[in-house]
């Protein structure tokens, strides 16, 4: 059974930190691009950073210099490590690995069930 287990979510002021993990099972963690997104209220959900298999990040302008993504492949987890937050980084934060083999065949791609990340002014 596959499982993605966000943690790590919860009230902060701005300016303040908080470190998100996400612990895998059920699949090949190590052979995953893994990554985190994020859904406002009343917005669509958008791509905060991603990590490849090989470690190539990418992350969004709006989070750059702020936030830091890694993963540990011995223990299947992820971390997204959040800086100088601000309430527009209030959202639900989910996340994400899949694996794709070339342009269109997708091996897996799971969800995690999101924790909360409120920053209050």
């Known amino acids: 059974q596959v499982q993605l287990a966000e943690s790590g979510g919860g009230l902060v002021q701005a300016g303040g930190s908080l470190r998100l993990s996400c612990a895998a099972s059920?699949?090949?963690?190590?052979?995953?691009?893994v990554g985190w997104y994020r859904q406002a209220p009343g917005k669509e959900r958008e791509l905060v950073a991603t990590?490849?298999?090989?470690?190539?990040?990418n992350l969004a302008d709006s989070v750059k210099g702020r936030f830091i993504i890694s993963r540990d492949n011995r223990k299947s987890t992820m971390f997204l490590q959040m800086n100088s937050l601000r309430p527009e980084d209030t959202a639900v934060y989910y996340c994400?690995?899949?694996?794709?083999?070339?342009?269109?065949?997708?091996?897996?791609?799971?969800w995690g069930q999101g924790t909360q990340v409120t920053v209050s002014s």
């Open positions: 994400n690995a899949n694996r794709r083999i070339g342009t269109g065949f997708i091996v897996f791609d799971y």
């Open positions: 059920g699949i090949r963690f190590s052979a995953a691009d």
């Open positions: 990590i490849t298999s090989g470690g190539s990040t």
